[in-house]
C-alpha cells in the first residue's frame, strides 16, 4: 500500500460517491417536479463544494494518490474498495463536480416530461463518472464504468429527438464492445498478477505478447469511447439525438474516460506495446483531427458541428499522450479539461437556441446578434476558445502539445496543425452566421436575450476559459509530479524502444 495516502479524517472521496445514489433515492418516493429540479440542484452544488477542498489539500509534490480509503470488500476473491487520487485524476473529479450543477440548471426549462426520472439519471451518473477516476481496484472500477453505460442510455432514448432509440442503441453497443475487451483485458492482468489492484498492476514486468494483446483490448476499448478515428461513427448520431444536457455530459466528461484510461492503464501497465504502436496510434490521431475539422467544416447542423469538432480536439488530445513526453502529456491534461469546458458551452449554446427556435440548422440561427447581444458575447468568446484563439485555455493546452509533438516528430506535428486551422474555419463560420448572417432572422419573435439562469450557466465556464488560459500554472502543477512519474515509468520499462521512438522524423 505504499502507493496510496490513506485519509484519516473525513471520506470525502466516498461521500463523492454515494451522496448522489442517497439524493436519487430521495427522488424515486418523491412525486413533486419542483422539488426534483431543486434537491437535485441542491446535492449536486453540495458534491461541488465538498470537492474543492481535494485541490486545496492536493500535494503536488508527491506521485502517490492520495485521499486514499481502503477496504476489504470480498476477501476471498481479493477484491477491495480501494479509492485514491492524484494529479492525473484530480482535475478531471473537479470538472465532472463542478459541470454538473450547471447541467441541472441547463434542463431547468428544457426537460418537460419525466422530470424526476431525468433527475435520477443524472445523479446516478455523476456517481459512475466519479467512480471512474478515483477507483483504484480493477473490479470496483470496471463496475463503475459500466453502470455508466444505463442512464445515459436512458437519456438519449427516453430525452432525445426523432431518432432517439438509434442513436441510444448504437452508443450503447459500441461502448459495450468495447467494455468487453476491456473486461478480457482486466481479468488477463489478474490471472498473471493474482490482484485486482490498479497501482500494483503498473510497474510489472509482462512478456511482449502479453503485453501486445492486453495492450490491444484497453486500445479498442477506450479509442471507442474517445472516440478515436476510425471508431467515432457512434459519437454524432449520440449528441444530435442527445438533449442539451446529454450532449454536455458526453463532451465533457464520457469522452474523458477514453483517454483517461490510456494515461492510467495503457501508458503504466503496458508500456512497451505502447512504444511499438505509437507511430500508428499518432497516425490515427492526425487522422482524426483533419477529419473532424473537414467534416465539421461542411455541416449546417450546430451540434453536428460541435460533435465533429470533439473529434478533431480529442484527436490533438491523444496526439499528445502518444508522443510521451512532459509537453505533450500535459497539455493532453489540459486539453481534456478545456475541451470539457469549451465544447459543453458550445452545446449549451446550441441548446438556448433549441429552445426558442426549435431548430438545429445555422439558416435558423442567423442574424440573431442584435437580438440577443448576451448570447452572441458568451458564443464569441466559447468560440474562439474552441479554435485556440490566444488568451483563451484552448491555446495553453494545443501549444503545449503541439511543443511536445515537434519534440517527438516534426513530420506527426506538422501534419496536426492544419486541425488548427480548419478549427478556425468552421468556428468563425457559425459565429458569422449566427451574428450577422441575415438581414433578418425567420423567428424574432421568440429571440429573447439570456435571462438569468441562463447567465449563471455559462458564466462559470467562461471564468475558467479566461483563467486557464492567462494564468495555466495552477493546473499544470497539480499534474506535473504525476505525470513526470508516469513517463518515468514507462521510460525505465523500455529504455530500448525509446531510444528507437526518439528517431522518428
Sequence with gaps: MDFLILNEGFRTLSALLVLPLAGAIVLLISSSVTFARLWTLLITTIIAALSLPLYWGFDVSTARYQFGEHLAWIPSLNINYTLGLDGISLLLVLLTTLLMPICVLASWKYIKTRVREFM???????????????????????????????????????????????????FFL??????????????????????????????????????????????????????????????????????????????????????????????????????????????????????GGFTALAQSDMKKLIAYSSVGHMGFVTLGIFVLNTQ?????????INHGVTTGALFLCVGLIYERTHSRELDAAEGIGKFMPIYITFLAFFSMSSLAFPG??????????????????????????????????YMLRMLQRITWGAKSNPHPEILSDLNLREVFTLAPLLVFVFWIGLRPEPFLSVMHTSVAHLLEQVHQATPHLMTAANLLP
Excluded at 503545449?400 to 501534419?415: D, M, N, P, Y
Aim: aromatic share 14%.
Design 328 to 336: 505533450g502529456v500535459e497539455g493532453a491534461l489540459l486539453q481534456m
Design 392 to 425: 483563451t485555455n484552448s491555446f495553453i493546452g494545443e501549444f503545449l502539445i503541439l511543443a511536445g509533438g515537434f519534440s517527438q516528430s516534426k513530420i506527426v506535428a506538422g501534419c496536426a496543425i492544419p486541425g488548427a486551422v480548419l478549427a478556425a474555419a
Design 120 to 170: 435520477v439519471c443524472l445523479l446516478i451518473l455523476e456517481t459512475s463518472m466519479l467512480g471512474v477516476f478515483i477507483a483504484l481496484d480493477f473490479v470496483l472500477f470496471y463496475i463503475l464504468w459500466e453502470a455508466m453505460l444505463i442512464p445515459m442510455y436512458l437519456l438519449i432514448a427516453i430525452w432525445g429527438g426523432p431518432r432517439k432509440v438509434y442513436a441510444a442503441t448504437k
Design 174 to 291: 459500441y461502448t459495450l464492445a468495447g467494455s468487453v475487451l476491456l473486461l478480457v483485458a482486466i481479468i488477463a492482468l489478474y490471472i498473471k498478477t493474482g490482484s485486482w489492484s490498479i497501482p500494483l498492476m503498473m510497474g510489472q514486468e509482462y512478456s511482449t505478447l502479453f503485453q501486445t494483446l492486453v495492450f490491444l483490448a484497453f486500445f479498442l476499448a477506450f479509442a471507442i469511447k474517445v472516440p478515436m478515428f476510425p471508431f467515432h461513427t457512434w459519437l454524432p448520431a449520440a449528441h444530435v439525438e442527445a438533449p442539451t444536457v446529454g450532449s454536455v455530459i458526453l463532451a465533457s466528461i464520457l469522452l474523458k474516460m477514453g483517454t483517461y484510461g490510456f494515461l492510467r492503464f495503457c501508458l503504466p501497465i503496458t508500456p512497451a506495446a505502447t512504444l511499438t504502436f505509437m507511430p500508428y496510434i499518432l497516425g490515427l490521431s492526425v487522422a482524426g483531427i483533419l477529419y
